[in-house]
């Protein structure tokens, strides 16, 4: 165990004594999920064994707590959770896909277009995407077109990478667009002004914590899921216990 893995979990174990379990809206962040990871060193390369557990264990118990990122409840003393998916990797498809619908849940992929049009190795094609897309508990959303940062980016660079995006998946789908996520959570108010204006309603960022009330959807708070998350550190992190990592970051 390296040291600053040995000293999160030191700092969550003072965390699950002293804060009780929370109700609000935890968004689940996701990235790849592999067979067989091809870098053990990413953390966000999922093993598929170790996400059909997590989802077997949101399954059997918040089935009933899990809902469509789109819809954005909150609950003061209910917990509601919602599943996303960063980037439009492949395995979303092909390995992701088949564990979720086994298990009937509803789940948000965000979609960086630019990956899709460049037929960028290990992500969809535009045929994967839209057979993702006919999943009647799927939603898609923008990533942007080429994941920038977009706080690096002036006014009208930002403007072309969400407009470009948000026309690529609606020509392509048929559906209008309306989520957002900030790659790398990379955001300030100038951006998410941007976001609004280009016509997004939903928006979700990197900050790692519960949300409890909704001031601004297109502030919506995240909690990554690593492939070094045990299934004790999975449910800790669904509880709240991992909540503090919002206040050493960036």
Not at 100 to 120: G, I, M, R, S, W
Not at 126 to 134: D, G, I, Q, T
Not at 143 to 169: C, G, M, V, W
Request: contains cysteine; aromatic residues 10%.
């Amino acid at each position: 165990m390296s040291y600053r893995r040995l000293i999160k979990n030191m700092i969550t174990k003072a965390c699950k004594a002293v804060i009780p379990q929370k109700g609000g809206l935890r968004v689940l962040m996701y990235h790849s999920v592999q067979n067989n990871p091809s870098n053990l060193n990413d953390i966000y390369l999922i093993n598929s064994k170790l996400f059909t557990q997590q989802m077997v264990l949101l399954q059997k118990k918040y089935q009933k707590n899990i809902s469509r990122l789109k819809d954005l409840e909150i609950h003061r003393d209910e917990l509601k959770l919602a599943i996303t998916f960063d980037d439009g990797y492949a395995d979303t498809l092909h390995i992701a896909t088949p564990i979720l619908q086994e298990l009937k849940l509803p789940y948000t992929v965000f979609v960086a277009t630019d990956y899709v049009k460049n037929k960028k190795k290990g992500f969809l094609s535009r045929r994967e995407l839209k057979e993702l897309s006919s999943y009647a508990n799927v939603d898609i959303g923008s990533h942007t077109a080429s994941h920038p940062y977009l706080t690096t980016l002036n006014d009208q660079q930002i403007i072309e990478e969400l407009r470009s995006s948000k026309e690529f998946l609606e020509d392509l789908l048929a559906k209008e667009i309306t989520l957002f996520a900030y790659p790398y959570g990379d955001y300030n108010q100038r951006v998410r002004d941007l976001v609004s204006e280009a016509g997004y309603k939903i928006a979700r960022n990197s900050k790692f914590t519960t949300n409890k009330i909704i001031e601004d959807k297109l502030l919506v708070s995240s909690s990554e899921v690593w492939n070094t998350d045990s299934l004790v550190v999975f449910q800790d992190k669904i509880d709240g216990y991992w909540d503090w990592l919002s206040t050493v970051q960036r």
